[in-house]
T-cell receptor, first 117, second 112 residues
Framework: DAGITQSPRHKVTETGTPVTLRCHQT?????MYWYRQDPGHGLRLIHY???????DKGEVSDGYSVSRSKTEDFLLTLESATSSQTSVYFC????????????????FGPGTRLTVL | GNSVTQMEGPVTLSEEAFLTINCTYT??????LFWYVQYPGEGLQLLLK?????DKGSNKGFEATYRKETTSFHLEKGSVQVSDSAVYFC???????????FGTGTSLTVIP
């Protein structure tokens, strides 16, 4: 299994509070992603990173920010949490240069269940 | 653009039944195609993949064939087990850029 951990695994917070989720990898993969998973929507991309300090927005980036100060860590911040951000958050990593065929296979962390009251 | 359309669930089957979960895609260029499985309370795990037309991906008794002419990548298994109960996601990677596109997932429950 790819070495990807997420912390915390579960969090309950209140509306208006800031929240930071952490993704840590030991695979030295270049790309890192944050998704949210909601019933009926599957997985939706929030933000991704293609290198240290290089990030870009995904499909549902409003209300979220990210930072990547070193290869192994990718942080997702909810500046002011809202109830609509209650979800399960998954981190993923990939690196086409390691796949053998140049394709972009993604490996997922175990997820963080966030509840905003 | 790129997108994946997946058969809606939930799907309930008896043990040893035949499984098909349909997946079709829209893509520019020549994408790679994937099936991921998510067991309760866990993250997604890669189940199988195919990187070019006519390739067949297989793993744990599951198979899927990359059909360019019908833009499909249907998942099949000849005899399901209770332990196959999970949510299955079809996905594509365009191989240019670095994003993935997922279907909405199909929940499978296998009853003894």
């Amino acid at each position: 299994d790819a070495g990807i951990t997420q912390s915390p695994r579960h969090k309950v917070t209140e509306t208006g509070t800031p929240v930071t989720l952490r993704c840590h990898q030991t695979e030295n993969h270049r790309y890192m992603y944050w998704y949210r998973q909601d019933p009926g929507h599957g997985l939706r991309l929030i933000h991704y990173s293609y290198g240290v300090k290089d990030t870009d927005k995904g499909e549902v980036s409003d209300g979220y920010s990210v930072s990547r100060s070193k290869t192994e860590d990718f942080l997702l911040t909810l500046e002011s949490a809202t109830s609509s951000q209650t979800s399960v958050y998954f981190c993923a990593i990939s690196d086409p240069s390691t796949s053998g065929g140049g394709y972009n296979e993604q490996f997922f962390g175990p997820g963080t269940r966030l509840t905003v009251l | 653009g790129n997108s994946v359309t997946q058969m809606e669930g939930p799907v309930t089957l008896s043990e040893e039944a035949f499984l098909t979960i349909n997946c079709t895609y829209t893509a520019t260029g020549y994408p790679s195609l994937f099936w991921y499985v998510q067991y309760p309370g866990e993250g997604l795990q890669l189940l199988l993949k195919a990187t070019k037309a006519d390739d067949k991906g297989s793993n744990k008794g599951f198979e899927a064939t990359y059909r360019k002419e019908t833009t499909s990548f249907h998942l099949e298994k000849g005899s399901v087990q209770v332990s196959d109960s999970a949510v299955y996601f079809c996905a594509l990677s365009p191989n240019t850029g670095n994003q993935f596109y997922f279907g909405t997932g199909t929940s499978l429950t296998v009853i003894p």
